[in-house]
């Protein structure tokens, strides 16, 4: 019932910034205690969790990225957005929205159980 669908440019060009947007329906992106992820998987490589925002607003970044990432909502659109700025090509990847949980133990980042996925958009880093 829960629904996941991104949405963004699907072609960046190398050092700008990568926007995209997961637009969730048949649930609210502020109810206890979910956490709202992106996570991505770049050609022939397994799934790299990137950040989430949590149903309070509270934001989690992988380390890797953190410094470039940026996870926003918008509670009146029931969306959240992911900016990765200063891509390289290596950023080329599918990326992918999922709705996972958090708890006092800290964000759940076991990626198979997050229980709804959007079915992901491919985003090319390319001049």
């Known amino acids: 019932q829960v629904q996941l669908q991104e949405s963004g440019p699907g072609l960046v060009k190398p050092s700008q910034t990568l926007s995209l947007t997961c637009t969730v329906s048949?649930?609210?992106?502020?109810?206890?205690?979910?956490?709202w992820s992106w996570i991505r998987q770049p050609p022939g490589k397994g799934l790299e969790w990137m950040g989430a925002i949590a149903y309070d607003g509270s934001t989690y970044y992988s380390p890797s990225l953190k410094s470039r990432t940026s996870i926003s909502r918008d509670t009146a659109k029931n969306q959240f957005s992911l900016q990765l700025s200063s891509v390289p090509p290596e950023d080329t990847a599918v990326y992918y929205c999922?709705?996972?949980?958090?708890?006092?133990?800290?964000?759940?980042?076991?990626?198979?159980?997050?229980?709804?996925w959007g079915q992901g958009t491919q985003v090319t880093v390319s001049s």
């Open positions: 048949g649930g609210s992106i502020t109810t206890s205690y979910y956490a």
């Open positions: 999922a709705r996972g949980s958090v708890t006092v133990e800290g964000l759940n980042k076991e990626l198979y159980e997050y229980d709804y």
